[in-house]
């Protein structure tokens, strides 16, 4: 079975940039809407973005719209966060995830597939 795989994260200082990246190493999930989240320590995963499968629609989360942008390239089964003008507010570890449906969403319990996480870490 395939897994979500992610990547990308580190360290950075206050304003700086990373990208992550999930890769669909089985090619499970290649028909489906994915989702990235973050889940800061001692706080609940919260939503980040979304994209559908076709890349045509994409959701953001207030606290980011504007500095992240979320992308895929299905011939490389891959979705990416972009993330600039990064602040330690960011700091957490970021997770893919993967639906069943082609139309992605903000909520977590419609994502049944979940890759382990990267951490991404702020500095001030």
């Known amino acids: 079975q395939g897994q979500l795989v992610e990547s990308g994260g580190g360290l950075v200082q206050a304003g700086g940039s990373l990208r992550l990246s999930c890769v669909d190493s089985?090619?499970?999930?290649?028909?489906?809407?994915r989702g990235w989240f973050r889940q800061a320590p001692g706080k609940e995963r919260r939503f980040v973005a979304a994209?559908?499968?076709?890349?045509?629609?994409?959701y953001y989360s207030e606290s980011v719209r504007g500095r992240f942008t979320i992308s895929r390239d299905n011939a490389k089964n891959t979705v990416y966060l972009q993330m600039n003008s990064l602040n330690p507010e960011d700091t957490a570890v970021y997770y893919c995830?993967?639906?069943?449906?082609?139309?992605?969403?903000?909520?977590?319990?419609?994502?049944?597939?979940w890759g382990q996480g990267t951490q991404v870490t702020v500095s001030s």
């Open positions: 995830a993967a639906r069943d449906t082609m139309s992605p969403s903000s909520n977590r319990y419609e994502y049944p597939y």
């Open positions: 089985g090619r499970t999930h290649s028909g489906s809407a």
């Open positions: 994209i559908s499968w076709s890349g045509d629609t994409t």
